[in-house]
């Protein structure tokens, strides 16, 4: 897909004059809400997210163990973890992020899940369709999950119709 950037298998974050993008993005801007994902191993997560799901790594310093990435507008930060009695809140065992689930809105998603699934990557929820409620129609989507590295669920939905709001609905 047209939104996806594939950086190399030996993930090298590009210098600061490679991010144009990045530069008119608003970040830490007050209502912007970002994730910031712990992660055991961060090269091999910055891999997964970059290579695999087609994130983009914004501005880094060097020899960090931390990055800021994009898909289309949405931001994530993942970080290795490092156990130093500030952040933890409970214990650092697999699956993280239990009880939540991360989600991107994407085109085609049909298209992206079979790229997945041919490159290996197996659903934790399998591709589906469902209709939710929203205040002006009901919305139709096309959704799947996986698991990062560490557990954490991502899930990407595309949007592909719409209805009047039905009396059962």
Same mark, same amino acid.
């Given at each position: 897909?047209?939104?996806?950037?594939?950086?190399?298998?030996?993930?090298?974050?590009?210098?600061?004059?490679?991010?144009?993008?990045?530069?008119? %993005?608003?970040?830490?801007?007050?209502? &912007?809400?970002? %994730?910031?994902?712990?992660?055991?191993?961060?090269?091999?997560?910055?891999?997964?997210?970059?290579?695999?799901?087609?994130?983009?790594?914004?501005?880094?310093?060097?020899?960090? &163990?931390?990055?800021? =990435?994009? =898909?289309? &507008? %949405?931001?994530?930060?993942?970080?290795?973890?490092?156990?130093?009695?500030?952040?933890?809140?409970?214990?650092?065992?697999?699956?993280?992020?239990?009880?939540?689930?991360?989600?991107?809105?994407?085109?085609?998603?049909? *298209?992206?899940?079979?790229? =997945?699934?041919?490159?290996?990557?197996?659903?934790?929820?399998?591709?589906? &369709?469902?209709?939710?409620?929203?205040?002006?129609?009901?919305?139709?989507?096309?959704?799947?999950?996986?698991?990062?590295?560490?557990?954490?669920?991502?899930?990407?939905?595309?949007?592909?119709?719409?209805?009047?709001?039905? *009396?059962?609905?």
């Amino acid at each position: 897909p047209h939104w996806c950037t594939i950086i190399p298998s030996n993930p090298r974050i590009p210098p600061m004059s490679d991010f144009e993008s990045f530069r008119d %993005a608003e970040f830490q801007k007050i209502g &912007t809400v970002v %994730a910031e994902l712990w992660c055991n191993d961060f090269h091999e997560s910055l891999r997964f997210y970059t290579e695999s799901l087609g994130f983009r790594a914004g501005p880094h310093k060097e020899g960090s &163990t931390h990055a800021y =990435l994009t =898909l289309g &507008t %949405a931001q994530l930060m993942i970080s290795n973890f490092q156990q130093d009695g500030t952040w933890e809140t409970g214990s650092f065992s697999r699956p993280l992020g239990r009880g939540i689930n991360f989600s991107f809105f994407i085109d085609d998603v049909q *298209a992206f899940y079979d790229k =997945l699934i041919s490159s290996g990557i197996r659903p934790f929820v399998d591709l589906y &369709t469902i209709w939710y409620w929203r205040p002006d129609c009901m919305a139709n989507h096309k959704e799947f999950a996986i698991l990062d590295p560490d557990g954490y669920m991502i899930r990407f939905s595309e949007r592909i119709g719409s209805r009047p709001i039905q *009396a059962d609905d």
